[in-house]
């Protein structure tokens, strides 16, 4: 049977940025299940809840009285009243919708059982006896919502995310399949969200599956794996290798682990300057500045600066695509090459 839910415009909209975002492969319904379980699943206080409950009602003994009776206390302050069981479940879960206010225009989604879901949408509405399941699902939603991106990812792809920790902290080697079902065996070192972005990175050794890579270290990004298999073989990564992956991940970041640095030398105007300032997200390190060129604009002079830039090229030709012609690469003509075909084709592509 489903269940309908109505929820604001911008708070359905972002959900399903997520699905896209995340890279996540199946209906909108089971995006929906996932959310809910995985969040459920997740997040400690719902947890804490559950315990709480089954506690209350004589369904478990999984932990002391003295435990329960110190947890009740400390919400008793806030809410007296009769139900305890009802008012602590309440409270766990009651969100507001602060930042996704239900104003303007309203969606409706619809969330139903299926046998992936094997009927645990309803054990947690069962949890939840006093609240309609609207009001139960749009707050596990909010709850969602609320977390950074890089959680949200690891809540999407909850099960690969809880098996590759898994192998890591046994140091297990394990299969991984990619969603475009290339498969590779890798001796796993670490799972690390990117910087300045909601993506969460798997750092390892990685050897193809057909024997046409040879072993190196690779990056991959959570959401473009499909499946993972334990081995339960030890990894035998050496201490030099060890270095190396530890060097790579400190200098270049999880998303770019698998690349070689590189000096690039940049020459930035004016306005690229202000924009190197602005634009965070995977800007490169910056090795020094010297003064370049001088050239007047509305009559006043406005000094050119010459960036030394250590990053990937993948970095940074990522980067300098958002500076147009306010910069002038100094030094590396396969990296000017690359970034004269980007325009070629953006060119051709809006002519």
């Given amino acids: 049977m489903e269940k309908k839910i109505t929820i604001s415009d911008n708070l359905y909209n972002k959900i399903l940025n997520d699905k896209e975002d995340f890279g996540y492969i199946g209906s909108n319904n089971d995006f929906y299940c996932d959310i809910i379980l995985n969040t459920y699943d997740y997040d400690n206080p719902y947890k804490q809840m559950e315990k709480i409950i089954n506690l209350l009602s004589g369904r478990t003994k999984e932990c002391s009285n003295n435990e329960i009776i110190e947890t009740i206390k400390e919400m008793k302050n806030d809410y007296q009243y009769k139900d305890w069981m009802t008012q602590i479940a309440i409270s766990i879960v009651k969100l507001s919708e602060t930042s996704y206010p239900l104003v303007g225009d309203r969606k409706e989604i619809f969330i139903r059982e299926t046998e992936k879901t094997n009927g645990n949408l309803e054990k947690i509405l069962n949890e939840f006896a006093a609240s309609s399941a ?3 699902y749009k707050n596990i939603l909010l709850k969602y919502i609320s977390y950074p991106a890089y959680i949200r990812e690891q809540i999407i792809h909850q099960k690969n995310y809880k098996e590759l920790n898994e192998c890591i902290k046994k140091k297990i080697k394990c299969k991984i399949v990619t969603v475009k079902g290339n498969t590779f065996i890798i001796e796993p070192y670490k799972m690390l969200p990117g910087k300045d972005e909601g993506h969460n990175y798997l750092t390892c050794y990685s050897t193809s599956d057909s024997g046409k890579y040879n072993r190196s270290i690779q990056s991959y990004k959570l959401s473009t794996i499909a499946n993972v298999y334990k081995l339960f073989e030890p990894c ?19 998303a770019y682990i698998s690349s070689e640095l590189n000096d690039y030398e940049i020459e930035f105007d004016h306005r690229g300057q202000a924009l190197f300032n602005s634009i965070e997200k995977d800007r490169p390190k910056r090795i020094s500045i010297e003064p370049g060129k001088i050239e007047y604009y509305n009559d006043k002079p406005q000094q050119y600066l010459i960036y030394t830039l250590r990053c990937t090229e993948f970095q940074i030709l990522n980067y300098l695509k958002q500076f147009s012609y306010h910069v002038k690469i100094l030094n590396n003509d396969n990296l000017k090459k690359k970034l004269m075909e980007y325009y070629e084709k953006a060119y051709k592509q809006f002519n």
């Fill in 134 to 136: 609207s009001e139960i």
């Fill in 236 to 254: 035998s990564l050496s201490e030099d290798e060890l270095s190396l992956i530890s060097t790579r991940l400190s200098e270049n970041g999880p």
